[in-house]
């Protein structure tokens, strides 16, 4: 259990606000059998207003775009509850997970007109919710010779504003393969980026692909390797509100090899594992600790 407080005041309007909340955190362990566990974790956080979206001064941003603070927003709270089994098969490990967000009163973005012009402002809007549902197996094909892995994420969120209700669900995840024979290891990899919603604007970072052929030898590893040998890396965004509706893309032919050589140098005594749970988000199972 823990508490936060959160203070601001403007001096040229006098106007701010104080807040105390709490932040209570939550996590259980339950293992059924060696080869399965089951983890649950809450946890809560809080997010202050910043000076640019309190800051009553107007600033122009082009032609007729405007940005006004709103200095009666209120500090916001995020609730996140998530479920993870992890599971170890023969030649086969994973994780399978649902994970619940919600922010009630979260600050987004409110665009309205105001004579001829379009203003940017900000609320502690209707709410933000989410759920999200992810398969992360890997796979061993060929015992020490082929390896798949790869994360499957579904994700379905509801964002509502003053005048405004608006619905997002994809799919997205990644997927790897490596074979390894020989000091040789040849690895690809996709990545297809998840897309969020949050106000009146839908995300996503980059769709990216790579493919590699690295060997060792000794302390030394050699590589070779190529960015997007396949698609077009992507990242952009999508506004969705109704005064001013626009996508953008980052979208590139960067197909750009590349030579990598590294050595690893070691002295003094090394450490001696040890394996812990420790009191850490839903993403962490255990850290490893050593003594000299």
């Not at 009553?56 to 609730?79: C, H, M």
């Not at 004579?115 to 061993?140: C, F, H, K, M």
């Not at 953008?248 to 005594?269: A, F, T």
Request: aromatic share 14%; no cysteine; charged share 20%.
């Amino acid at each position: 259990m823990g508490a936060q407080y959160t203070s601001f005041n403007f001096r040229e309007s006098d106007q701010g606000n104080s807040s105390w909340n709490l932040r209570p955190q939550f996590t259980a362990t339950y293992r059924p059998a060696d080869h399965s566990q089951f983890r649950l974790n809450f946890t809560t956080w809080q997010s202050a207003p910043s000076l640019a979206e309190t800051n009553v001064a107007p600033q122009q941003i082009d032609g007729f775009q405007w940005r006004i603070g709103n200095p009666e927003l209120k500090t916001s709270s995020s609730y996140m509850l998530t479920l993870r089994y992890n599971f170890t098969l023969p030649r086969v490990n994973g994780t399978f997970g649902v994970r619940a967000f919600t922010s009630p009163d979260a600050i987004t973005p409110r665009l309205f007109w105001s004579e001829d012009r379009l203003v940017t402002t900000y609320e502690n809007s209707r709410g933000l919710d989410n759920i999200t549902l992810w398969l992360a197996p890997q796979v061993e094909i060929v015992p020490e010779w082929l390896m798949l892995s790869g994360t499957l994420q579904y994700r379905a969120e509801r964002m509502r504003g003053k005048d405004y209700k608006l619905y997002n669900h994809n799919w997205s995840g990644d997927v790897s393969v490596m074979l390894m024979h020989w000091g040789f290891t040849l690895t690809g990899m996709y990545r297809r980026a998840q897309q969020d919603l949050w106000g009146q604007t839908i995300s996503w970072g980059e769709n990216i692909s790579m493919i590699e052929l690295a060997y060792n030898w000794k302390n030394w590893e050699f590589g070779a390797g190529m960015l997007m040998p396949f698609g077009r890396y992507d990242q952009g965004s999508k506004s969705l509100n109704q005064y001013n509706t626009n996508e953008s893309h980052m979208r590139l032919d960067m197909r750009i090899p590349y030579i990598q050589i590294s050595y690893n140098l070691q002295w003094g005594r090394q450490k001696r594992g040890a394996h812990k749970l420790i009191n850490a988000d839903a993403n962490v199972d255990q850290s490893s600790a050593g003594s000299r």
